[in-house]
């Protein structure tokens, strides 16, 4: 089967998978989440923390949840941002409202 890119809202470690979410469905796919960072990055996949990367294009807002950022996304769904990825993320999405 094949996805989209600009259909996929965000990409879900699931040991040596990827979990692949459009919507409330979701796509096992074989791959290191690593190797498959590597292979979106250039399509719009940002890392939110150490298990998810989030599409930009997917970000409805930036929100705060008990001190924690979170990333909500158009389907719902509320991704939270690391400590450790929070200014690459934050700056990643300002770029993406700007252009």
Not at 9 to 20: G, H, K, Q, S, V
Not at 77 to 92: G, L, M, N
Request: aromatic share 6%; hydrophobic share 45%; charged share 25%.
């Amino acid at each position: 089967m094949v996805l989209p890119l600009r259909e996929i809202d965000w990409i879900e470690a699931a040991d040596n998978y990827a979990r692949l979410w459009i919507g409330g469905r979701s796509h096992l796919l074989r791959e290191p989440m690593r190797l498959l960072e590597a292979r979106v990055r250039a399509h719009g996949f940002v890392r939110a923390h150490r298990r998810a990367l989030v599409r930009l294009g997917g970000v409805r807002e930036l929100a705060w949840t008990d001190g924690t950022l979170v990333a909500v996304l158009g389907c719902g769904v509320r991704i939270p941002v690391s400590r450790r990825q929070r200014a690459t993320f934050t700056a990643a999405v300002r770029s993406q409202v700007l252009s």
